[in-house]
């Protein structure tokens, strides 16, 4: 029941963005009773907060190959796949439409925090290993590589693995040489 509610919900919220995401639709295509799912998630919010963690929690674990630029590429490729797949896609857009919506902002912003693009891990090892300099600034290096993929997503029918390799040669070539 749990995996049918999580699924409509993000099937509904795809379509209609949060505005016309409803707790009534969502049970009607889970084929459960609205008091179901009012009774686990009282609020839309929940609702979906619940499926996009559901969502996130399918994600595989951050790689650790010994190398930073191929961590860096498994982490890129996987979460281009996922995102320039039909469901990902729609996801996408209606997190991006939504974002004036301050339910649906905080939790996407919590959701990022939890659960980043490249995950803080894959950096740290790359700096323990002697291929990033302790001065690393993590944030800039991750927004850089996020900024990229999520434009090349939208703008693009797939994301190449030459396109990927070059934007983190580029950024990790670039991190290698900055200090703060």
């Known amino acids: 029941m ?20 409803s707790i009534e639709e969502v049970a009607s295509r889970a084929g459960v009773n609205k008091t179901t799912v009012y ?11 619940a499926a996009l963690r559901d969502l996130k929690a399918h994600d ?14 498994v982490t890129l490729r996987a979460k281009a796949d996922q995102m320039m797949n039909p ?3 729609s996801v ?13 902002r905080s939790v996407v912003l919590q959701l990022r925090k939890e659960y980043p693009v490249v995950p803080r891990i894959v950096l740290e090892r790359a700096v323990s290993r002697g291929e990033l300099p302790e001065s690393t ?3 800039l290096v991750t927004t850089t590589l996020v900024g990229s993929l999520l434009s090349n997503t ?27």
């Open 2 to 21: 749990v995996e049918a509610v999580l699924g409509a919900t993000l099937e509904v919220f795809a379509e209609r963005g949060y505005g016309g995401l």
């Open 39 to 49: 009774r686990r998630w009282p609020t839309k919010v929940a609702l979906l907060d």
């Open 60 to 73: 595989e674990p951050p790689p650790d190959t010994g190398n930073v630029r191929e961590d860096l590429f």
């Open 87 to 89: 469901r990902g896609r």
């Open 92 to 104: 996408r857009r209606a997190v991006l439409a939504g974002e004036s919506e301050p339910e649906l």
């Open 137 to 139: 600034d993590y944030d």
């Open 154 to 180: 939208l703008w693009r029918e797939r994301v190449e693995d030459d396109l990927l390799r070059r934007l983190i040669e580029l950024v990790i070539s670039g991190a290698s040489t900055m200090t703060r």
